[in-house]
């Protein structure tokens, strides 16, 4: 079968998504956010599987994937909820991070136009760790730089469970003909052929 308008897209929402997570992988590694550093493992795993199955026509592994996708777009809607702090969620609680640090965002500190200042010594000895450092002329604060990374995400997870279901039951229907027209092989009629009865007379010669 060649590469239809359906599978090929699919491909190319697959390797994005792959190479979105993987960005995402990176930051969430550098502020040590350990809960988004375990889902986005999950995901990247997930999305291997799809472009997998994808490729190798499994049907099964691309309804993994969109199972996967419809949890991955629930899991950014949180994100999208934490970091605008709707429902109670605080962007600045240890959620993330599952209570073992107080790290925050990276791009908290490294967003763009973000000037990091360190206090001195003597004008700390009054503060907590949290207030150590400042952070001064965010040209985007940390909490909408997430917002549009989970924003994004979700978009191309709408889009995939979308090409998923329909590679899906294109495959499904491929492989129904497949089996009918197989089983119209195995059954094919033949002309019964008659066998072929000679019979054989004496011949008797005269002398």
């Known amino acids: ?29 550098l502020g040590y956010q350990w809960a988004p550093i375990l889902a986005n493992f999950l995901h990247i795993i997930v999305i291997i599987l799809g472009l997998f ?23 950014n809607v949180f994100i999208f909820c934490f970091y605008l702090e709707v429902g109670g969620l605080s962007k600045d609680s240890d959620l993330m991070t599952f209570n073992i640090s107080m790290h925050r965002s990276w791009w908290r500190e490294h967003g763009p136009g973000c000037v990091r200042k360190e206090l ?10 949290r ?3 400042s952070v001064t002329g965010c040209i985007v604060d940390f909490q909408y730089l997430e917002v549009i990374h ?16 329909y590679v899906v039951s294109v495959f499904t229907e ?7 027209i197989g089983g119209l092989d195995s059954f094919t009629c ?7 009865h000679v019979q054989l007379t004496p011949v ?4």
């Open 204 to 207: 008797y010669l005269s002398k």
């Open 131 to 133: 207030t150590y450092i």
């Open 190 to 196: 033949q002309a019964p052929q008659k066998p072929s």
């Open 1 to 29: 079968m060649g590469c239809c308008t359906g599978r090929c897209t699919l491909i190319f929402l697959c390797t994005l998504q792959l190479l979105a997570a993987l960005e995402r992988q990176i930051f969430d590694f």
């Open 120 to 129: 001195t010594a003597s004008a700390s000895k009054s503060l907590d760790d």
């Open 53 to 75: 199955g994808t490729i190798q026509y499994r049907p099964r592994y691309i309804v993994v994937y969109s199972i996967w996708t419809a949890l991955w777009v629930a899991w």
């Open 150 to 165: 989970s924003s994004f995400q979700i978009l191309l997870s709408l889009v995939g469970f979308v090409y998923a279901c």
């Open 174 to 180: 491929e492989e129904d003909s497949f089996d009918f």
